[in-house]
């Protein structure tokens, strides 16, 4: 995933399923290109990780980047 900011990270979140461990960490602006590995794992038939994990992963995705960009929105609004 790119990122202007090698050491901006707007969110990392990781599912642990028995001995796999499953790590997503996305820079700010970059949320898409982490729901799309979460994407790609799901699709993997050799990876322990589904379309549910997918979902919640993602939505935690999500759930980030809409604080994220309130925070922007109030910062502008106040600043």
Avoid: Y
């Amino acid at each position: 995933m790119k990122s202007n900011s090698a050491t901006a990270v707007a969110c990392q979140l990781s599912l642990v399923k028995g001995r796999d461990r499953f790590i997503v960490r996305c820079t700010p602006r970059d949320e898409e290109a982490a729901i799309a590995q979460l994407m790609r794992w799901a699709e993997n038939p050799d990876l322990d990780f589904v379309w549910f994990d997918a979902a919640v992963l993602s939505r935690q995705v999500n759930q980030q980047l809409m604080g994220r960009l309130s925070s922007e929105e109030s910062e502008r609004d106040h600043g």
